[in-house]
């Protein structure tokens, strides 16, 4: 019992310290990539071409001192950082980065399997993570209430409205994947540890877009992938839908009356929810840990050698370095250019889509939808 919960921690640091790792080196990375497309330098004081910069912002923060409001509802006003990071670290608790070969030997014969490189296997997996990112807003709206702030109340009123409006498009891009994920056979003899499992699950999702590049979701679920992506940037409060800590127009939003780490955390919850929509991104639309090269002959066996996790992670950094590429790029919509965006445009487009789908599905028209 003691050496089993030992293993389970063992993995969750395994997970958490490169996430964190990750976050702290992705504000490293969005300084220098933003500042490159300015023509700046970006940070090049601490360390060896500024390397060291997120290690001396963090502990900078650390010493700095969090001012609590006189008038603020000082517990909510502690516990709302949290809400906002805590849900963000937890989801990952699904989050497959692989396969591996397992080996069990039976009465002298030894059988390889593979099986998810994932902390919790779960079938509802995807449903668990749509549940607790959902929650994410919730930080957002203590931390302006409690502040007893107009600028900081009006930033998360902002920020519940975008949420809304945007969790309703990723929703039903999503509902086009598992409809094309939900015709997938699983097969118990090369996929033993998905047997059981439903198109809900994260690893059914990937497996049903083998086939090499051309069967990933992102060609014909393009429409639900673009919306979801855009969605995933209105959903982490990214520029240029920042409405919600538009400094131009309300101060810093609704963290304005925050200081020291208590700041810190909201910043971190924003980095880390960016990691975690382009993981979502690779897994869901791009194959996921698959190889783009599965069913090319030449290519395949060239790049056989690279680990699924690799392509995993490359395909988020691609992720990652668009929402540095939007903000850098982008000026920030209006308040109701947004909500117009989201509801009049986003959910009629996945709707007429997810029908489209619908019909490809029950015809069987090959070639665009063959994998579904």
């Known amino acids: 019992m003691f050496l089993d919960l030992l293993w389970i921690v063992v993995k969750i640091l395994l997970i958490v310290l490169p996430l964190m790792f990750s976050v702290a080196y992705l504000t490293y990375a969005e300084r220098k990539i933003i500042g490159y497309m300015q023509v700046r330098c970006g940070p090049n004081r601490v360390g060896p071409y500024g390397l060291l910069q997120p290690i001396a912002d963090a502990v900078k923060l650390l010493f700095k001192e969090i001012i609590i409001p006189s008038s603020s509802n ?8 949290i809400l906002a990071i805590a849900p963000a670290l937890a989801a990952w608790a699904v989050i497959p980065f692989g396969e591996i070969d397992v080996s069990t030997t039976v009465a002298g014969k030894t059988t390889t399997t593979q099986e998810l490189l994932v902390l919790a296997d779960i079938d509802a997996s995807l449903l668990y993570i749509l549940a607790l990112t ?9 931390a302006g209430w409690a502040s007893n702030s107009k600028y900081a109340f009006l930033g998360s009123m902002r920020s519940a409205a975008q949420i809304v409006s945007y969790e309703i498009a990723m929703g039903f891009a ?40 051309w069967h990933w979701y992102w060609l014909p679920l393009m429409p639900l992938f673009i919306v979801y992506l855009v969605s995933g940037v209105a959903e982490t409060n990214r520029a240029p839908f920042d409405v919600a800590e538009g400094e131009s127009e309300i101060v810093a939003g609704f963290h304005v009356e925050y200081s020291g780490m208590a700041f810190a955390v909201f910043f971190l ?60 790029t982008f000026p920030r919509y209006r308040y109701d250019q947004i909500m117009r965006l989201g509801w009049k445009v986003f959910i009629p487009v996945t709707i007429v889509w997810i029908v489209v789908l619908a019909a490809a599905i029950a015809y069987e028209l090959p070639p665009w939808f063959d994998q579904v």
């Open 74 to 81: 000082k517990f909510l006003f502690v516990i709302a950082p």
């Open 134 to 142: 959902s929650i994410g807003v919730y930080g957002v709206i203590v």
């Open 174 to 213: 999503l509902v086009g994947v598992l409809m094309a994920a939900s015709v997938y056979q699983i097969d118990p003899v090369t996929d033993p540890a998905l047997v059981g499992k439903s198109a809900i699950n994260l690893g059914v999702i990937v497996k049903s877009q083998s086939g090499g590049f």
């Open 269 to 328: 919850a924003e980095y880390a929810v960016i990691i975690l929509i382009s993981m979502l991104c690779a897994l869901l639309f791009c194959g996921g840990w698959l190889s783009p090269f599965e069913g090319i002959p030449h290519l395949e066996e060239w790049f056989a050698w690279v680990p699924g996790l690799v392509w995993l992670i490359m395909k988020t950094m691609f992720f990652m370095f668009c929402f540095l590429w939007f903000r850098a």
